[in-house]
């Protein structure tokens, strides 16, 4: 099962762990078709030109065209999660680069080739495999890397994308970023108080409709009390915003396109702002 929003931004179930917490899916494609991602590579170009150049040069793809998709799942242990990466890079010049490492070693999982490379006592040691011309996986351990291999071969993946993932997917025409976490599982990777006891999932989305930058959060309390609470702090939040928003016009634009909305358990943030506006804000010239 596929989810998709808008033409080209999807989420593939099969790039997903069977035990994920959590999930994100990053859409280049859907990234480079939008007005902002037009623009913000636009003007990445005009800046680091022959930087850019040289990069590809070095590392034989374009980061800024080679990268389809990513998508990240993991079930909230330390460095458990996956990578899945959808390319068209050129996978024997990112490994020659990987070779010139004076740790790098190659592993095998049944055909498939793993390459770890970085310090092999600390932290900073990672594994790729370039499972096919198309699809690679980076994980933090070798153990990973083999589950990625196996994921993307049709292995132990979720059984289906969260209900209200694929809800809130709706909300933009077209979606850069979507992510998912069940908080409840996650309980004990959360510092702070208040998200461990208030909140039990959350969604979100990041994209374009009609000219507007749309960032919409869904968040799944313990009940209908804890739901009031969250909105009333929302809403205190941006009655707060609202006192300075005549010195700072700024603000006021955002606050026009946020609204916030809850049925019984279920706290809905949903902001909507011209990507032009964004831009006046970046830099008014």
Known sequence: MTLTVGQAAKIDRAHIVED???????DLDAFRASEMGKTILREIRKEGGVKLDAMVEIFGFDPFTAIHGATLSGNGED?????????????????????????????????????????????????????NTKTA????????????????????????????LRKIAKEAKTSFLIAHADLKSLKGQIDDDNLRQMVKKAALVLGESDGNLILSLAID?????????????????????????DENPEIKDILNGLKVTRNEVNVSIRLSIGVDKIFEMIDPA
């Open 137 to 164: 996986v980076l994980a933090g351990s070798r153990k990973l890397a083999v589950k990625g291999i196996d994921l993307v071969n049709g292995q132990e993946s979720i059984k289906q994308i969260p209900a209200d």
């Open 20 to 26: 994920a917490k959590f999930m994100a899916h990053l």
């Open 221 to 245: 309390s313990y009940d209908a009390d804890t739901a009031q609470q969250m909105e009333a702090m929302v809403n205190g939040l941006i009655g707060f915003a609202r006192l300075g928003q």
């Open 79 to 131: 460095e458990d999660a996956i990578l899945v990466l959808k390319h068209k890079a050129d996978n024997a010049k990112l490994l020659a680069l990987m070779q010139l490492d004076d740790d790098y070693r190659k592993t095998e999982h049944g055909k498939h080739e793993i390459h770890g490379a970085g310090d092999r006592g600390g932290d900073g040691r990672g594994y790729v495999s370039f499972v």
